[in-house]
């Protein structure tokens, strides 16, 4: 219903109040009582339902027999989500304190759809049935009621009580298509075919010149396999209204899932041409086109020519250069991208994801100076945000501009206490104190990349106590632990810590490959070459499944294998590392030799 019930229960409580009868004047116990429930009446008004609760809560407890503070009081219950009230026994001890008022008052129709609606939510569909047929009782013509009641029907599995509760909607508000639909999904689950069949075809027959009815009833026979009446039902769609984007897009849908891509792309070629979409819709279906053959590594040649359809038809719209250059970046041309974007931008200056989005093709593309210079051209049109600060701190550490990106981490920092310090030890707790779960760790990813850009600079010393701040504010950071272990074991550090916190990072994440590959290589280094062989190679084979593949993988697969005295596999792995990283040193002083060097 759109009604919002906690208005309806003011509105309700209120009028119940000055009704004559409503309440024995003379108590004192019903005064205090209504003082309370005026009070948390207003309360609620205010957005405070916290507050309102507590007043509910003590105008029932001065008199239970007062029904509406018994009411409000278990509405507001269910809606104050503290661990106490949350379970199962009191949710259904809160539905219990509003049952009071409307099995007193079973005409109050808002109250008692209120009521069901929360019933039905709880899981007492037949408390919520029961209040439904009431209602449909007293209100035989009261369609809203019909269709929540066929509806509780449906989740009590009485299917045939639902759609005649539908049928009846039906006689009194006449046929429609959504109601079509809900009865022929009845009928579906009833293994009715031939009863979701006829319904469509009522349909049809209820306004023979609308050519949506024939897509719905081509729809069905697609659900149960009938491709043949699918294709039938919608060709005549499409000789009824040629030019309707709806029936293209039907038309489409059915030759993708039988696999017809040419007839597809005609389809889709034709509805984007259509009238009937607006080009926010001819966007979002093309874009789930567009992923589609991304996802499937298909031939992008059917995509761009389609999106040439769009870009013909609105060369100037900034949604659709949007979609352009993610198209783009997505298939790795960056360099159009970025031009596809740059145009959005000269038309929508203000908008934030435009900028970043430039950004990010000028990262992937490797040009950082340029990503720090589209940051400040950005910065005198918008209130830049913390996504592109942290965007142009990664952009300064690549330009190895260090002290950039260290004034950039320390920003977003002081964002959340001036007083936190970069690298010196925090041990007061006044900083975690008045931070939630949220807050925690998003210090703990900034000081873990503040650590990441210390240790690109050389600065081994501030890498570690930023990783210890980091540590600080989130103490099982898998990404932290996993950073300070490798970075530990790559300058020769306290490897007995290093295994630990790697263990700890790869149990709270075991299918991550660079989890597994830091445990690996911090097994490698402690000499243990048997066991890091096993987790190496696992972190190879998930990274190929996931299509992520680095050199560094491979390389570390390689200097495993040798020091397990298999130099045909340790050649093969370093060759293999060598393709992805080709100006390594150390890797093609590795093949050349084929053998084994620190550095």
Known sequence: MKKNPVIILLLLGVVAMVTAGAFAGNDELRKKARYYYLEGARRQAEGNNIAAYEYFKKAYSLDPSYDEAASAYGMTRLMVKTDTLQSETELLRSLEYMRQFVDKYPGDKNESLSYAYVAGRLDTISEAIRIYERLDSIYPTADMTLLQLAEAYMADHQGKKAINA?????????KSPQVSLKKMSYMLSLGDTTGAVDEATALIEYNPNEPTFRILKGNLYEVIGNNDSTLAYFHQAEEMNPGNGTVKMALANYYKNIGD?????????EALLS?????????????????????????????????????????????????????????GDY??????????????????????????????????????????RAAAHIEVPNGLKLMYASAATTEKNFEEAEKAYAELIH???????????????????SL???????????????????YTAGEIDKTFKAYDNALFFYASSPLTLNNYAYFLTETDGDLDKAIKMSKEALDQD??????????????????????????????????????????????????????????????????????????????????????????
């Open 510 to 599: 075991p299918e991550n490959e660079t989890y597994l590959d830091t445990y690996a290589w911090v097994l490698f280094k402690r000499k243990d070459y048997k066991e890091a062989l096993e987790y190496q190679k696992q972190a190879v084979e998930t990274a190929e499944l996931a299509g992520e593949p680095a050199a560094e993988y491979y390389h570390h697969l390689g200097d495993i294998y040798f020091m397990n005295h298999q130099p045909e596999e340790a050649l093969k792995n370093w060759e293999r590392a060598l393709e992805l990283e080709p100006e390594n040193e150390l890797l093609k002083k590795k093949v050349a030799h084929k053998t084994f060097f620190f550095k």
């Open 261 to 269: 891509s040419v007839e597809f792309d005609n389809k889709m070629y």
């Open 335 to 376: 360099k159009d991208a970025e031009e596809q974007i740059g145009y959005a931008i000269d038309l929508d200056p203000n908008n934030v994801s435009y900028w970043g989005q430039l950004m990010q093709y000028q990262l992937a593309d490797e040009r950082g100076a340029d990503a720090m210079k589209t940051y400040h």
């Open 275 to 331: 009238e009937d979409f607006m080009l926010e819709e001819k966007v979002s279906f093309l874009e789930e086109y567009l992923q589609s053959l991304l996802n499937d590594k298909s031939d992008t040649g059917r995509g761009d020519h389609l999106f040439s359809v769009l870009m013909e038809q609105y060369p100037h719209e900034p949604v659709v250069l949007d979609l352009a250059a993610r198209y783009s970046g997505a298939k």
């Open 166 to 174: 539908l049928d009846r909607y039906e006689n009194a508000q006449g």
């Open 415 to 433: 964002e959340a206490n001036p007083d936190l310090p970069l690298t010196d030890s925090i041990s007061d707790t006044k900083f975690r104190g």
């Open 436 to 454: 939630n779960f949220d807050g925690l760790t998003r210090l703990c990813s900034l000081y873990t990349m503040l650590g990441d850009m210390y």
